[in-house]
């Protein structure tokens, strides 16, 4: 009997001045922190990708209430976050999410590889070593540094040795845009329209190109030419498009000869 | 002081708590994928085993033992560890955010970590004192701290390593961990 009332005195005894001490010191402890944070917490993904260039959706919540970080700071939650949280500060966002798109169509068929390549088998370290494993320098390595980095599990290299862009859960947070050593992906948004050159070899010998990969860019300057609006420009060896102008005729994708041209709006389509 | 300097080393190294007791396995794995977070983790895990020692000790021989309910010790002990990692946690957060958002995360994660539990238990087991507990409570700490750092550096080789695909990930994770532990038994009979 003496053990159980003990038993008992000491149990209730500790627990009610341990909750007591955490009562009083969370009071004592207090930090003022404003409501707007927790809903803008909430408001966020969650994932904690640190796209943002936060340490994660925590801190990226203290920045916008601090007005260190924009409303549409959240990258990879796009428009529809960026909705929420402008709300839940009082103002208005007009972001528009984006994706990426990889500008190379270098398959193991269209370009051959280098020789056979026996090192650490990242694009990064294949980039030091020989500069790239295909005949192509500026073309896809193909060992998947973007797959590795996407934390959406929307990029995957695809056993013709490209990777391709799963749209349906890319959200343009851009990590993999960091993690390419040759730069061929790069972030769209998704309304765009127009044209875009699939290919980012600037080597301005035909020759060489044509010996390198069989759909590169041969500079050719057909696109220039039959372009009705005079929107894209080969510049530094690839054609650049004018947005602003371009209206997605596609006369430059069906004059390409090398099909290096393609609408964005087919290439970023959910299939 | 001869003795506490062999309580620390057969702590650490002798009865290393992750590969010779086999205790505290799911941070040893899950947090030693790279050096920083296993610093950050090995750092909390020593601060917070040597507060729940310099806390059980006293609760243990001061009042459990008196009263004869030595048989409460688990229960005391968790409620004890816990609120008190939750109150140090109030406090790093107010007087010190810095260290707070560096160790704050691993902190919750390892308020009744089997390791530290196991270590308020073998400071009574083993009869220490209480200054002998402490040392040993820092021995065993460090010793999780010095495994999981091991650990990690393998883990960032492995990643360039050419490793066989059937042996990919997981598998050779716990190779490694298994031939970390069996460097460890070598340290058996350093100490008489």
């Known amino acids: 009997m003496k053990i159980l009332l003990a038993t008992l005195a000491v ?40 796209a943002c260039g936060f340490a994660g959706c925590d801190a990226l919540a203290a920045a916008v209430i601090r007005g260190d970080a924009p409303v549409d700071g959240c990258t990879s939650g796009g428009a529809e976050v960026a909705k929420k949280v402008a709300e839940i500060m009082g103002v208005t966002s007009e972001a528009v999410t984006r994706v990426v798109v990889l500008r190379c169509q270098g398959t193991l068929e269209h370009c051959k590889p280098k020789a056979d390549y026996i090192g650490v088998k990242t694009c990064k370290a294949a980039k030091i070593a020989v ?34 862009v799963d749209y349906a859960k890319c959200t343009g947070c851009g990590l993999c845009v960091a993690a390419c050593p040759n730069l061929l992906l790069e972030l769209v948004p998704r309304d765009r329209t127009g044209a875009i050159a699939l290919c980012s070899n600037r080597d301005t010998k035909k020759a060489q190109v044509i010996k390198d990969c069989k759909i590169g860019c041969i500079k050719c300057l057909k696109c220039e030419r039959v372009c009705p609006k005079e929107c894209i420009k080969v510049i530094n060896g690839i054609p650049v498009v004018d947005y602003d102008v371009c209206d997605s005729c596609g006369e430059c994708v069906r004059a390409c000869p090398t099909k290096v041209l393609a609408l964005v709006e087919d290439v970023i389509r959910i299939s | 002081m001869n003795e506490l300097v062999k309580i620390f080393l057969s702590a650490m190294l002798i009865e290393n708590i992750v590969l010779m007791r086999f205790l505290g396995l799911c941070p040893f794995i899950g947090m030693s994928t790279d050096i920083k977070k296993s610093t950050g983790m090995g750092v909390a895990v020593i601060f917070v085993t040597v507060l ?57 994660l390892i308020t009744t970590n089997c390791a530290i539990l196991a270590v308020t238990f073998d400071v009574i087991i083993k009869g220490y004192s209480f200054i002998e507990s402490l040392v040993y409570a820092v021995g065993v700490a460090c010793g999780f701290f010095l495994s ?34 069996m460097a460890f038994g070598g340290f058996d009979g350093l100490i008489k």
């Open chain 1, 131 to 164: 500069n790239g494993t295909k005949q192509c320098d500026f073309g896809c390595i193909g060992f998947g540094d973007c797959e590795v980095a996407c934390p959406f599990d929307a990029i995957h290299v695809a056993p013709d040795g490209i990777p391709h």
């Open chain 1, 11 to 50: 149990s209730l005894g500790l627990a009610a001045l341990l909750g007591f001490l955490l009562g009083f010191f969370k009071k004592i402890f207090h930090v003022e922190s404003d409501p707007c944070e927790a809903l803008v917490r909430e408001a966020l993904p969650g994932t904690n990708c640190g």
């Open chain 2, 52 to 108: 729940a020692t310099a806390v059980t000790w006293p609760v243990y021989n001061g009042l459990l033992k008196p009263l004869d309910l030595e048989f409460l010790q688990i229960l005391v002990f968790i409620l004890v560890i816990a609120s008190l990692v939750q109150l140090v946690e109030f406090y790093l957060k107010k007087s010190a955010p810095a260290l707070y958002s560096s160790m704050g995360v691993y902190l919750a």
């Open chain 2, 148 to 181: 999981l750092i091991l650990l990690a550096g393998i883990r960032e080789r492995l990643k360039i390593a050419p490793v066989p695909a059937f042996l990919k990930g997981m598998p050779i994770l716990f190779v490694a961990a298994g031939l970390l532990a």
